[in-house]
């Protein structure tokens, strides 16, 4: 079981970043190339230097994973509609720059507080923690909608749906 959500996780993950390449190719051109169709490497390669640029690896992945094990929980532990929903994501994805905004006013740089470090770790990777969130509810929603067969497929669809556009949104804007 944890084996197999960890390859749904990456493969959705994969294809929401490969999604936003194109949806950012047709948002900038009107005619395209068969290269520039094919050449979807270098776009993961600059977004993976982005990343390594912006972030420490054991960080970005330890964020990254207590981010995803949160979003995967969340609709594994709820069974009913309202758990296997893109709800949660929704609140994470529009609430958490609302607060990364209210923290960064009143942000202190530096404190033993243990409070004061936690909000600094949130200020600094709130793009990685929704980007994990989200990858990790949608191929929960996956899982539970094919191996599991605990929602049905119109509530599953529109879900998922609403994860993956709001998903990309937040794969694109990390990559500005």
Request: proline share 2%; no cysteine.
């Amino acid at each position: 079981m944890i084996i197999e959500i960890i390859l749904v996780f990456i493969f959705y993950l994969l294809l929401v970043i490969a999604g936003s390449y194109y949806v950012d190719l047709f948002l900038t051109k009107d005619e395209f190339t068969k290269e520039e169709l094919k050449s979807i490497l270098p776009y993961l390669l600059n977004y993976w230097n982005s990343i390594i640029k912006k972030y420490t690896m054991t960080t970005f992945f330890t964020i990254l994973g207590v981010s995803s094990i949160i979003g995967i929980l969340i609709p594994m532990i709820i069974y009913n509609w309202l758990g296997n929903s893109s709800m949660f994501f929704a609140l994470v994805f529009f609430m958490l720059p609302m607060a990364k905004r209210h923290f960064e006013q009143s942000q202190v740089n530096t404190s033993e507080s243990l409070a004061d470090s936690a909000i600094n770790i949130f200020v600094r990777y709130s793009e990685i923690i929704v980007i994990g969130f989200g990858a990790g509810n949608g191929s929960a929603l996956i899982y539970n909608f094919r191996p599991m067969e605990d929602i049905h497929f119109l509530w599953f669809f529109v879900n998922i749906v609403l994860v993956t556009i709001m998903l990309g949104m937040a794969v694109r804007k990390a990559m500005e």
